[in-house]
């Protein structure tokens, strides 16, 4: 993957058309975030006299019928390369079409596994509109069947070809939006940085993510601070990187069903678990450390996150995660937001994802997440 990263980086599409010539893009864009983010007329511009195809008509979480009636569209249209401008959905739903345009038979024994992605799609080329999910970063996209999550994934063909993260595209951003993006951004990057599966180029990434985030959330989301915005984009980038080697972990896992369920933005919906879930990974016990690395290297790895949240201890960096969340106008507790006792047991039901909890250098039992989420209730 190639990445032009910086104010004005946009301009970099236009090389790009000119060195493939495409006779028609297939363009695949958010409803509203396309003309208020500034792309619209930037990228149409650029377009000039280059057919263009643009799709639209899908939910923020992508549903395997958005995908199809895109895959339609996109056969339908000849394009001969792909662009994606938006937030994390938006490069999502451009990559599942992408790919399943191009891999023959069912595109639910994809999504599900029962079947392997041989065909690579076309060229795609990404550009978010937020800082949060780093999509364009990574080599897995999730589709939604139903109110189930499922994650298509390929190492080599969905990753994006291009990734070009202008900034400016993010300063018209909702601050709402700018706060659960940012806890996404931030949250991707602990994840990564605890995940069993995580590799000193992983940890690099995620390390300076969570620098960039501490130091300039808060301020990105307060004030139309553009330097805070153009490091948060910065973040979000290296959070996706970190994240397309190590994956995520429990509070991830934990998260799709707050959304799919009870509508929570999925930046809000992952961070609302952060907090407990560090306490939780530091106090792990001989029999139930998942990390082959062994116990002196997680007691390091979660002492070097309190660091990084400029903490002096797991509970007060657990403090400044949540009071960074309230300063930012995210609720921190299930009940706020709707979700009672039995709200709990359907988190528990549907967002208890083993694949995913195995990441956790912590094994995550049942109980013990009915008691983490008691905890925030």
């Given at each position: 993957m190639k990445e032009?990263?910086?104010?004005?980086?946009?301009?970099?599409?236009?090389?790009?058309?000119?060195?493939?010539?495409?006779?028609?893009?297939?363009?695949?864009?958010?409803?509203?975030?396309?003309?208020?983010?500034?792309?619209?007329?930037?990228?149409?511009?650029?377009?000039?006299?280059?057919?263009?195809?643009r799709f639209s008509d899908f939910e923020v979480n992508p549903k395997l019928s958005d995908i199809e009636k895109g895959m339609q569209l996109l056969k339908e249209s000849n394009s001969d390369l792909v662009i994606a401008v938006g937030g994390g959905s938006v490069i999502d739903v451009a990559k599942s079409i992408n790919i399943l345009a191009v891999n023959h038979g069912d595109p639910l024994d994809y999504i599900q596994g029962r079947r392997k992605i041989e065909n690579k799609g076309k060229l795609l080329v990404a550009i978010p509109t937020t800082s949060g999910s780093g999509s364009q970063a990574t080599h897995?996209?999730?589709?939604?069947?139903?109110?189930?999550?499922?994650?298509?994934?390929?190492?080599?063909?969905?990753?994006?070809?291009?990734?070009?993260?202008?900034?400016?595209?993010?300063?018209?951003?909702?601050?709402?939006?700018?706060?659960?993006?940012?806890?996404?951004?931030?949250?991707?990057?602990?994840?990564?940085?605890?995940?069993?599966?995580?590799?000193?180029?992983?940890?690099?990434?995620?390390?300076?993510?969570?620098?960039?985030?501490?130091?300039?959330?808060?301020?990105?989301?307060?004030?139309?601070?553009g330097k805070s915005k153009e490091e948060m984009a910065k973040a979000a980038h290296l959070a996706g990187k970190a994240i397309n080697i190590s994956q995520t972990t429990a509070s991830h896992a934990i998260?799709?069903?707050?959304?799919?369920?009870?509508?929570?933005?999925?930046?809000?919906?992952?961070?609302?678990?952060?907090?407990?879930?560090?306490?939780?990974?530091?106090?792990?016990?001989?029999?139930?450390?998942?990390?082959?690395?062994?116990?002196?290297?997680?007691?390091?790895?979660?002492?070097?996150?309190?660091?990084?949240?400029?903490?002096?201890?797991?509970?007060?960096?657990?403090?400044?995660?949540?009071k960074m969340m309230g300063n930012i106008g995210l609720k921190t507790k299930l009940s706020e937001l709707g979700i009672d006792e039995g709200g709990i047991e359907v988190v528990i039901k549907n967002g208890f994802n083993p694949d995913r909890v195995k990441n956790n250098p912590r094994l995550l039992t049942e109980e013990a997440l009915r008691q983490i989420l008691n905890s925030i209730k």
């Open positions: 032009y990263f910086g104010n004005s980086s946009i301009l970099r599409l236009r090389g790009i058309l000119k060195y493939y010539k495409p006779k028609s893009v297939f363009l695949v864009t958010g409803k509203s975030s396309y003309e208020y983010s500034g792309a619209k007329n930037l990228i149409e511009l650029i377009f000039g006299r280059t057919e263009f195809v897995f996209a999730v589709v939604y069947t139903g109110k189930t999550k499922y994650s298509l994934a390929h190492r080599d063909f969905i990753l994006p070809d291009y990734a070009i993260i202008d900034p400016r595209l993010t300063f018209s951003m909702p601050k709402e939006v700018v706060a659960s993006t940012g806890m996404d951004a931030l949250c991707q990057a602990i994840e990564s940085y605890w995940s069993v599966k995580s590799t000193t180029e992983s940890r690099k990434y995620a390390k300076e993510a969570i620098l960039l985030a501490v130091k300039n959330l808060e301020s990105s989301v307060e004030s139309q601070n998260s799709y069903p707050i959304t799919s369920y009870f509508g929570i933005p999925h930046g809000h919906a992952v961070a609302l678990t952060i907090p407990e879930m560090l306490v939780y990974n530091y106090n792990f016990t001989k029999e139930d450390l998942l990390d082959r690395r062994g116990a002196e290297y997680v007691k390091s790895t979660i002492n070097d996150l309190v660091k990084l949240l400029g903490a002096r201890s797991v509970e007060t960096a657990r403090f400044k995660i949540i």
